[in-house]
């Protein structure tokens, strides 16, 4: 054991993970921090087992950061397979329902898809993380035991058929935090005068970041060999590309520094900025404020 933290090393930088189906996000993130022999790492979001697709992994000074992508929009690619419905709401669950499937065209496929666009209120599923007087749902469905969740909003930005067959539907999601989409799939299916579970589920986008620019951890094994590993990382500031900039004086960014909120004559009005000092140095993220003062978030060490 002493040796192994002896090996631990500081990385920071967020990886585009392109999470393979049969292991869990946990899994998948110490197969990384073993790889990158990461002194420190988490992920944003979990993916089930049976999902595959894009898994931010943030290591060191990224996860400070890392409670910004959980938050942000996501984007799947959905298979439904209609007429059966399971325990779990995705194949890897007991049929306990079976319901016959109507002979639908297009345009009312399409139809009953444009009623979830928007904001819809949701059910979370029995198997999920959400925790019930501290326990989590899918402990308590595990053991048979069904409790009352209260119902959420969450919004549907885009709902896209992709392709139809006789009992699947293969959909494009793009939608809120917080969004489940199995549910989804469940409620879609129920739309349709039958059930249905998801049948295979991949995660394409989060937030800026897209499943194209990942990497499967059979890359990455072939990059440690070649020793380019590193390369394969995204730094904490252009992880955060789409966010301004503040060039701050070596006066202000020591106020800064020391937790207090300062005035910047360029402040911009979004509400989230990168924190430069006057060499460009970028030390961490601040929040703009209402009355235009500048207060620091997260301070990073890169």
């Known amino acids: 054991m002493v040796r192994n933290r002896r090996l631990a090393q500081n990385i920071n930088g967020v990886l585009l993970l392109d999470k393979r189906i049969g292991i869990s996000s946990n899994a998948a993130l110490q197969e990384v921090k073993k790889l990158f022999h990461a002194r420190k790492a988490g992920h944003t979001g979990s993916l089930d087992p049976l999902a595959s697709g894009l898994l931010l992994v943030c ?13 942000t929009d996501k984007r799947y690619r959905v298979k ?3 007429g059966l419905s399971t325990t779990t709401g995705d194949a890897e669950g007991e049929i306990v329902e079976r319901k016959p499937i109507h002979d639908f065209n297009e345009n009312e496929i399409l139809a009953a898809l444009e009623t979830f666009n928007g904001e819809i209120s949701q059910v979370p599923p029995m198997y999920s993380a959400l925790k019930h007087n501290g326990t989590r749902l899918y402990e308590l469905a595990r053991q048979g035991i069904d409790v009352e969740r209260k119902a959420r909003t969450v919004t549907i930005f885009e709902l896209t058929l992709l392709h139809y067959f006789d009992d699947t539907l293969e959909l494009d999601v793009h939608c809120s935090k917080g969004t489940y ?3 989804l ?8 005068g039958s059930c249905g579970h998801v049948e295979q589920l991949r995660r394409t ?3 800026e970041f897209s499943i194209a620019d990942g990497y499967k951890i059979e890359d990455l094994e072939c990059l440690s060999k070649a020793g380019d590993l590193h390369n394969s990382l995204v730094s904490v500031f252009d992880a955060l590309k789409s966010w301004p900039s503040v060039c ?11 937790g207090q909120a300062v005035f910047s004559p360029k402040a911009p009005k979004q509400r989230w900025v990168k ?13 703009v404020l209402a009355d235009g003062k500048i207060a620091p978030r997260r301070l990073m060490n890169v």
């Not at 701050?248 to 020391?258: P, R, Y």
């Not at 060499?279 to 601040?286: A, L, S, T, V, Y």
Request: a negative charge; zero cysteines; hydrophobic letters at 50%.
């Open 205 to 207: 986008r989060v937030g």
């Open 248 to 258: 701050l004086s070596d006066e202000l960014a020591f106020f800064v520094k020391q």
């Open 275 to 287: 924190l430069l000092t006057e060499n460009e140095h970028f030390f961490g993220i601040g929040e």
């Open 185 to 192: 799939a469940e409620d879609i299916a129920d739309a349709m």
């Open 80 to 82: 439904v397979k209609l």
């Open 181 to 183: 989409i199995r549910t």
């Open 59 to 71: 290591m060191g000074e990224a996860t400070k950061i890392s409670s910004f992508w959980l938050n």
